[in-house]
């Protein structure tokens, strides 16, 4: 049970369908985790509709619904186009492994990275796994920009609390925290950084939510 | 006429006419039922395609949208969402698609926009929570009716035109604080705010 949810705006935004992909992964692994976000989001996508249907009307050209029947015609019934294969989760066609076995990158004591930011070309925001060994601590840091992040594994905890699987937290500038990974497990996030990464270079400027 | 209105359900008397055309598409393919809804549809989705900066694309993406309702209808759950509900999300999912086609360079597509926005009632074995869900359907256009127009200027940027919470500041000339309170407020009527939340 999840205790950490995104804000109501972040969500409005995700139904507008406004955020980035890579914000969007993160409110997705959190909805499919989340009951009482996904009725949020039911209610948000219903605003949609009613939004869209008060809007002015563009009436649309006289022979497109011909041109749409010659196009249903000419491809297979819809039985047999309809998605009817169980779901992969997203995380594991993105990752194609168990987050467990990825080729981390120890960085500094119990901290290890792996920046996967080239599975989302043409963003501008950089995204990356992190891992803190079980019992493990971070040093202190504080934040550039905001960034979002989901734990995927396990669980940290920071002076603003107790953060399990698929809670959700974004810190910003203000934010200085020094986690620890709590439980038995070693504690694996998902992290979105909106800030621009060139200008430290990837060694000063290391990861968020443990260390940076 | 078709054989689904057979078993009337309690819920059945919340099923709004679109949701029940949509219905018939699904079930038996109902070229009728299916240019109704198209009648209905496509202005408000040309003009969805218009507001968010695709004008020289909105023919394109009312077809795709309608091609895509015409395949999908047979997993249209009308106690999972309202039809106008589903094909919102439908023209949602489009644009971003459309978009990211466009955008592309050479790198392949990993996640496809699916995998992250869905399609309600799709992809899920949850627990029917149905009138629930019609509820808030009907709750929406319910609590709209009340919104005073600023919330809900702001909310029809957001939705129709792509804007984010700061553009839509920008344009109005107002500070982004003002902005995200309309909102939640607007939020708070429809309870989509949590009660607990430090925002």
Known sequence: MTRHHPESLTLMEFSAGNLSEPHALCIRLHLDECSLCRSRVDTLDSLGAVMMERQPKVSVSESMFESILAKIDSSPSPQHTAKTSPRISVLQKLLGDDVNNLPWKRQLGDVSVLDITEKFPDQNEQVVLQKLVSGGKAPAHTHRGNETTIVLQGAFADQKGVFNQWDFVVLTDQDEHKPVAVGGEDCITLSVLSAPVKLTGIFTRMLNPFIR | MTTLEQKPTRGEGRKDPW?????????????????????HFAPQLKYYAMANGMASHAE????????SIWRRACLYDWQKAAASTWIFTIARNQRIDMLRKMRRTSAEMQVETEDLWQIPGEDENE???????????????????????EQITVIAKVYMEQKSHQMVANELNIPLGTVKSRVRLALNKLKVILQDQNV
């Open chain 2, 19 to 39: 949701s029940q055309l949509l219905v018939k598409v699904g079930k038996s393919q109902d070229r009728q039922a299916y240019h109704a809804l198209f009648e």
């Open chain 2, 127 to 149: 627990p029917v929570t149905s009138l629930h869900r019609l509820m808030s359907e009907r709750r929406v256009r319910e609590s709209l009716r009340h919104l005073p127009e």
């Open chain 2, 60 to 67: 394109e993406l009312v077809q795709e949208v309608f091609v």
